[in-house]
């Protein structure tokens, strides 16, 4: 009988030490919106790898010790406005982002360049985002530590057009996709 409860207390604390492991390296999020369609729907759950950059201060924004860097590509999860939000990272603080304007039918159009992927801008959305406006068409750096995050459904994501740039040490974790 003894050797039966303490196969069980192993067990058991086996089972605790798990889930403190896992629960220190993963979080686990249900995407609600369409801001990332086509590469995650509405209600998917996804697999959040917490420890991806570093590790993270407890009481406040930023990095204890930082061992990556979020690179072009990477979707990561953040916080703003006390809401989760997965964005995908078109720059880092080593791009530049080609900015320009230009007059179609009598209006002012706005504009930047990533890349190959051009996205249209309004007016507040390039201005927050374009630092230098000394000339037409520039070419500006992402200031450092911060990255220009996106929505791959451009038309209905609410991303850094609508809030600037994010922080390196915002972010809480990649996004590793879970079916």
Not at 10 to 17: G, H, S, T
Not at 20 to 41: A, E, Q, Y
Not at 165 to 174: A, E, N, P, R
Request: aromatic letters at 16%.
């Amino acid at each position: 009988m003894k050797g039966g409860r303490l196969n069980v207390l192993r067990i058991f604390l086996f089972f605790c030490i798990a889930f403190l492991i896992f629960t220190s390296l993963f979080d686990i999020k249900k995407v609600s919106g369409h801001s990332m369609l086509s590469s995650f729907k509405d209600r998917q759950l996804l697999l959040i790898f917490k420890k991806m950059y570093g590790i993270r201060l407890p009481w406040k924004k930023g990095y204890f010790v930082r061992w990556a860097r979020v690179e072009k590509g990477d979707v990561v999860l953040f916080k703003i406005g006390g809401r989760y939000v997965i964005k995908r990272c078109y720059a880092n603080d080593k791009d530049s982002i080609y900015f320009y304007k230009k007059k179609e039918e009598g209006m002012l159009k706005y504009s930047m360049k990533v890349d190959d992927v051009e996205f249209s801008l309004d007016r507040d959305a390039y201005y927050r985002l374009f630092i230098d406006d000394e000339k037409d068409v520039t070419l500006q750096r992402i200031p450092q530590g911060c990255l220009l995050l996106l929505g791959d459904n451009a038309n209905e994501s609410f991303d850094c057009r609508d809030y600037g740039y994010v922080t390196q040490d915002s972010i809480l974790g990649k996004v590793l996709k879970w079916k």
